[in-house]
């Protein structure tokens, strides 16, 4: 067996723009619904849902042999939890709050086998195919992806450094708590915050990196991905099913009222 194509860090590599979902569902059931839709990513996020290392192994089953790539967003930047989800054969990374350059670095140590950096050695692992992929220790870097995310002002100050970090492969910004951190809470869509994406753009672009954002909103998606944003997540499972169910239940007591 040979090494796969990671489809997704191409894409960014040649800034192709990649239309996304959020999935925090927690479910393969979820995943295997998401999977053949035709998102050309799907964030599967354990910082904010309550995914664990078994569940994203599951949901990981789906998505490898679907057209979607799967992204999954680390609770933290822990070299532990990143060594475990290596091992299960997540191919692409999305580290949260990353604010410094000693920050993206550390990340990108967590994943790259001694000695350029720190991860341990399983030779019998989901990633490798259970020892079946011979070339994966030399070759795995070159395929993993990695993107990190700027969620603080300070942050937003260092986008060119953190972008230049060796291994770096995107930065991706989070409007719901970047725009906390200027002190618009739960305003994601503060006109001083798009100032903000739009400045993080700018940087991004000067440092010749893709830029990725998530949005609530189709209007906010489209407006990014027509300015430059590369990836883009255009909203969350969890919305979809929670807005769907709520319009639905609306129709049908409006039809009977």
Request: charged residues 20%; hydrophobic residues 40%; glycine residues 10%.
């Amino acid at each position: 067996m040979h090494l796969p194509k990671n489809t997704f860090k191409q894409a960014l590599a040649e800034k192709r723009p990649q239309i996304g979902l959020w999935s925090t569902l927690s479910s393969n059931i979820g995943s295997e619904v998401l999977a053949h839709a035709g998102y050309d990513w799907i964030v599967v996020d354990m910082e904010h849902s309550p995914n664990e290392v078994p569940t994203v192994y599951t949901q990981l089953q789906s998505y490898d042999p679907s057209p979607t790539a799967a992204v999954v967003r680390l609770p933290w930047n822990d070299p532990v939890v990143v060594k475990r989800v290596l091992d299960i054969g997540a191919y692409s990374l999305l580290f949260p709050m990353i604010q410094t350059v000693e920050e993206a670095t550390a990340a990108v140590a967590s994943t790259c086998y001694p000695p350029r950096g720190i991860r341990g050695v399983s030779l019998n692992q989901r990633g490798n195919r259970y020892g079946r992929i011979a070339d994966y220790v030399s070759k795995f870097e070159t395929e993993l992806c990695i993107t990190v995310q700027i969620e603080t002002t300070a942050a937003l100050g260092r986008v060119e450094e953190i972008a230049a970090v060796d291994g770096v492969d995107g930065i991706f910004f989070g409007p719901a708590d970047l725009s906390a951190d200027m002190g618009y809470l739960g305003q994601p869509g503060h006109p001083k915050v798009k100032e903000a994406l739009a400045e993080g753009l700018a940087r991004c672009n000067k440092a010749g990196k893709p830029a990725g954002i998530l949005t609530g909103a189709e209007a906010d998606s489209i407006h990014w991905l027509k300015e430059g944003y590369v990836f883009v997540a255009v909203g969350t499972d969890t919305a979809i099913l929670a807005r769907g169910a709520d319009a639905l239940l609306g129709r049908i007591r409006d039809g009977i009222a």
